[in-house]
């Protein structure tokens, strides 16, 4: 009995991070609400709540298995012999289409809103997500200076500057409410724009 109780919880957990996931995906943070994400998971509040009691922690957590797919992906793009230019386009990819996403915009609005409340919330978030991606790029970029495609002397600037490259003007205009989407020639000109940008700074 005591064997079956860790399996039993990891089932039941990863059920309801999945179905948080899907509701938080069309919804947004404020428009789930807690009988949805229920329903899309297949169990029961009573259940959902043993877990997550608050649905803050929920989104985070929901969030946070979110940066850790763009972390193995970045691990998966930086981990070639490609070109810089070639991994750095690839990253720009995921990192533009997690920036756009109906979700990337629900983390970055909820976080800003409860900054004050919640500030451990967004530290929290931060160091597991967005921090461990953020480490992964300044050590692919101490490899590449290493093996001489790059130059870079302040290797966290520059990781923070390629990253608000990847949200010129399409990310802030979303924010906003500006605009409601981003066209496939829109996003490869952010793109082409963020890589060539930082290869006329850094590249050899």
Not at 33 to 39: F, K, L, Q, T
Not at 46 to 56: E, G, I, Q, V
């Amino acid at each position: 009995m005591t064997d079956a109780t860790p399996i039993k919880k990891g089932r039941k957990f990863d059920q309801v991070l999945e179905g948080a996931r899907h509701v938080f995906m069309a919804e947004g943070f404020d428009g789930a609400s807690v009988d949805a994400i229920a329903r899309a998971a297949g169990v029961s509040k009573a259940t959902l709540y043993s877990y997550f009691p608050d649905k803050r922690v929920l989104f985070i957590e929901v969030a946070r298995s979110e940066c850790c797919l763009q972390m193995d992906e970045a691990e998966a793009i930086t981990a070639g012999h490609s070109a810089p230019a070639e991994v750095l386009r690839a990253a720009a990819e995921r990192m533009l289409a997690f920036f756009l996403s109906d979700f990337g915009q629900s983390i970055f609005r909820m976080f800003v809103a409860e900054a004050d409340r919640f500030p451990d919330l967004g530290r929290q978030f931060y160091d597991t997500g967005p921090g461990l991606l953020r480490a992964r790029m300044v050590a692919y970029l101490r490899d590449a200076v290493t093996q001489g495609t790059l130059a870079i002397e302040d290797f966290e600037l520059a990781a923070d500057q390629f990253a608000e490259l990847c949200k010129a003007s399409l990310f802030p205009e979303l924010v906003f409410g500006i605009r409601k989407s981003a066209t496939e020639a829109e996003r490869r000109r952010v793109i082409d724009g963020a890589v060539e940008t930082f290869m006329a700074r850094y590249g050899v």
